[in-house]
């Protein structure tokens, strides 16, 4: 193939893929098991594809053949440049070396001399962070640790193509963050992304497209948030009801129809009786990142309640504030200020700026000068961890005088009596429920 064809050519291409597997019982031959079966899709240069099934749908069967560790029985899969696999947890990984040795054991099997491992392998031991125990057997090692280490290798050798098979749901949410960055970094960078996960909010978040599978199949693949929306509807589906969506999703799919009316459906929270805003120290991110100084200085982030205390753990409806301080560098006009909340994911959830939209200061600001701007927030999150980040911008050049990105990371804790789901609690009245004798008229289609 030539440079300018393999330049458009799909990065991963599937073709009719199938494995099937036959046994015999009692010397009496069994009909065969297809645990994956004509399945294809395309996944383009510098995208990010998830995929998404109930246990047993093909997913890990799929990747283990895309990555060439497994064998299919019909079909092709093709695929441009250099591979990297986070399958199964540890894999790859000698249980008797070091962590170090394994990083050269893996990068060899990468294709990458030793020469550049030696380049490449202070940013994976600094990105795995598991300090002395990188000298140490892999078999001592949590599997929080054994992750660690395993992304690391993976994601830090800028590869073409990186597939990722539920790892990252072992790593704590700080981990988790700093996994996510590093995706979103390797996806500007145009290395095409396989991403396996239960977390549907990482799949819409994350994610280009998304590729349903059940038993083995392809159901759907087009745009995330449809094919959330099914895939939650099917499991939680009675049995009748299951068969009815599967055919509809295939006939659907087949046919190239708009998916993005299907309903959604999804699981509650859990419940917590307390509700006093708390400081946890551990609450510390690993993303942080400092832009250039350009004319400020940002010194601090704190979140603080309504008493003035540093609290980074709060509950759904409580008010807080985060307070940005720092020093302007020079004279400068046209300020304005900005803050952001992330999730894991990296997705912006809100954010304010001051002044309003399309408002600036009203005063030339001095060298030297400190401020102190505080963000008021009602917390209508639902559960979860999240990040803050925030900056001074001007209208001048350079405009971002000073920003940093993931500044401190605070959770929402689940209440005793919670309704909302998603993202946003806007659940502001109690759900009510009337069982009545009069009768109800169907709403016209």
Known sequence: MKPEEAARAPAIRVENVGVKYT??????????IWPLRDVSFEVQQGETIGIIGRNGSGKSTLLQIICGTLSSSIGTVTTQGRIAALLELGSGFNPEFSGRENVYLNGAILGLPKEEIDARFDDIAGFADIG???????????????????????????????????ALAVGDEKFQRKCFARLEELKREGTSILFVSHASAQIVDLCDRALLLERGERLMYTQPLPVVRAYQKLIYAPTDEQKRLISEYRTADQAGTDLATIASTETTVPSQETDVATFDPGLTPETTEAYPLQGAEILSFRMLDLTGRVVNVVYPGQECQIE???????????????????????TVITG????ENGKFLDRIVRAGENFCITYGFKMTLVPGVYFVGGGVWSLNEPNCLHRITDALMFRIMPTQDSYALGVVDTASIKPSLVFTRQEIRAVPE
């Open 132 to 166: 002395e125990f990188i000298e140490q057997p892999v078999r001592i090692y949590s599997s929080g640790m054994v992750v660690r280490l395993a992304f690391a290798v993976q994601a830090m050798v800028d590869p073409d193509i990186l597939v990722v098979d539920e």
């Open 324 to 346: 940005v301080c720092g020093r302007f560098l020079t004279a400068n006009d046209r300020i304005y200020f900005g803050i952001h909340i992330r999730s894991i994911s990296g």
């Open 23 to 32: 046994y015999r019982f009692a010397r009496k031959r069994k009909d065969p």
């Open 352 to 355: 304010q700026r001051h002044p």
